[in-house]
């Protein structure tokens, strides 16, 4: 305790005196945590540590802490101070009586030249903390002015900026429009020439319609499993679903035509409306960029900021002219569709009956060959078959044959057993020729049974045979009707495209 004391700097509050007998109490010091505060609490705001007399409360004198017996009153300790580093040296020569213990604790309770020392350094360092926090405030106040002023001075290139950049939006969306009107006038001219050469088209799709419906009628006579739904099926099934969608196309485009011209004046009225409010924009937006703080006729309005009187933003705003702007080129690219559909759809129409047309046959011939491939593939399988219901009888009839060789060598081995079962007494001996007869029975019955489940699986293959021979003959025979339908009956009528020559020009 006394080397933590004097290396925070603190001292004995009062000199321990020798001699003097021990009280009969100790002085009442207040125990309640809420008598006294933390000594780093304490409202002392130098950083440095005083001695400990500048806690809030002063501790007993009664026990002082000494180096050598913490445990002796002060009454009884020695006039000296406790180290060279604490004494009062023109006062320390002075030797107080004991009977003088109050003069003495006086004496020692005064501030020491390190606490002196101490709280000089607290103030000046509290009076550089008070002057830096000062030169900061000084320094950010004026640098304050200087970035507010170049705040204000960006923000009015700024805003000059920005008004460029909306004239330029304007001028850019007022070419916009009247470029767009122009070309939607252009387009409603051209819409008028472009529907008589359209209904010339309708008559010439019946034909082929006619001939894939047939066709498909006829493929119904396939019989069993040639029934399918194949790629000639599904091509000729396109046909006259394309051949349908032709002529909707077309009847659609002739209706279509009809009800542009009035779509097309609508836009075109949006468009001459739109581009009117946008000259009378550009022209005040063009005063309000020209303005500068020296110009003339500059004023306070106060409150004007508070004044809303915007209808849209500059999203809204663009949009509102591209909205017209698409409009306008949604109607006009429906007139130039109508328009180049008109010539296009002869010419599609024709190749995309022509590509069907050719689709169809292919998938004929390719269908045709696949039948033929197969009734070759079944003739040579049923011939194998037969070949092999023939070779599975004679394997049949040889194994009968091996069973019934096994009977006498199984005779010959339990009639030996038989034998040899009356020999008398000691001579029945259980030796190699008995051990080995047994064997012998044993593994001709095993050969007879392998032979007899071999027999029957040969049976099963036999039946099993049959059976697919008459499963062929049955395929071979819808193979050969499926052929007469594809070749002759469907393919035959479908050699020439019955397809005039069509104006795609006009």
Known sequence: MAELMASTGAYMSAPRMEGTSAPTFLPTIGTMQSSFQPYETYPNTTPLRRSLTT?????????????????????????????????????????????????????????TPNDWTVSNLGHHLVADKVRIGSERVRLDASRLCRELDDKTKRAQEDIGK????????????????????????????????????????????????????????????????????DDVERVLIKEVDNIKQCQEDIRRMIQTANNQISLD?????????????????????????????????????????????????????????????????????????????????????????????????AAFADRIKEYVDARNRLQNHLAKVLQEI?????????????????????????????????????????????????????????????????????????QRLLRAKVSLEHDLAVKNNSILVDREKCLGTRKTLPWSSMVAVY
């Not at 004494?87 to 604790?105: E, G, N, W, Y």
């Not at 020439?193 to 498909?216: F, M, S």
């Not at 022209?283 to 020296?294: E, G, T, W, Y």
């Not at 500059?314 to 010539?343: C, D």
């Open 265 to 361: 004046r609508a836009a075109q009225h949006e468009l001459e409306k739109d581009l009117g409010d946008k000259i009378i924009a550009h022209r005040l937006d063009s005063v309000a960029h020209q303005l500068r703080n020296n110009s003339r006729g500059i004023n306070f309005y106060e409150g004007i900021e508070r004044i809303d009187n915007t209808v849209s933003v500059p999203l809204s705003w663009a949009e509102f002219s591209n909205n017209n702007i698409q409009r306008s080129k949604s109607e006009r690219l429906a007139t130039v569709n109508v328009r180049r559909n008109v010539e296009q759809l002869m010419n599609r129409v024709a190749e995309s009956i022509g590509d069907n047309w050719n689709n169809v046959n």
């Open 55 to 111: 806690l809030p409360w002063r501790a007993s004198n009664y026990y002082g802490t000494a180096r050598v017996n913490s445990a002796v009153p002060n009454a009884y300790s020695m006039p000296e101070p406790h180290s060279e580093k604490y004494s009062l040296t023109q006062v320390d020569s002075i030797k107080v009586p004991p009977i003088f213990a109050a003069a003495r604790d006086s004496l020692y309770t005064r501030y």
């Open 390 to 462: 023939f070779d599975m009888e004679k394997n049949i009839e040889l194994m009968k044959k091996c069973i019934q060789e096994k009977e006498a060598p199984m005779q010959v081995a339990q009639t030996r057993l038989v034998t040899r079962v009356r020999r008398p007494n000691v001579e029945a001996c259980r030796d190699v020729v008995q051990h080995r007869l047994v064997e012998e029975v044993y593994e001709i019955g095993e050969t007879v049974e392998q032979l007899r489940t071999k027999l029957r699986e040969s049976e099963m293959a036999l």
């Open 162 to 229: 920005k008004l460029g950049d909306r004239l330029g939006d304007i001028d850019y969306w007022r070419t916009e429009v009247k470029h767009e009107t122009d070309n939607i006038l252009t387009e409603i001219e051209s819409l008028d020439r472009a529907k008589a050469a359209l209904e010339k088209v309708l008559v010439e799709t019946e034909n082929p319609l006619k001939i894939a419906t047939e066709c498909l009628y006829n493929r119904e006579k396939r019989q069993g499993i040639d029934l399918v739904h």
